[in-house]
């Protein structure tokens, strides 16, 4: 049996949270398991440009 760290658990389950919900606004973002203050203020603009390109592109 694979031992996984609680980091790496984490990242999966907000990723996975993530693409449940393909947030589409800061506010939805923060709704993201896993998804602090911090991490909504680093990361919430790159991912929802990742997410709405991700979007459009399928779209197409």
């Known amino acids: 049996m694979e031992v996984l760290d ?3 658990v ?3 389950a907000a990723a996975a949270d993530m ?3 393909c947030p589409c606004d800061l506010d ?8 602090g203050a911090a991490k909504l203020r680093e990361f919430g603009e790159i991912f929802l440009s990742a997410i709405a390109a991700c979007q459009a592109g399928a779209a197409g």
Do not use: I, T, Y
């Open 28 to 35: 939805a973002f923060a709704e993201v398991n896993g998804v």
């Open 19 to 21: 693409a449940e919900r």
């Open 10 to 12: 984490g990242r999966v």
């Open 6 to 8: 609680g980091v790496a």
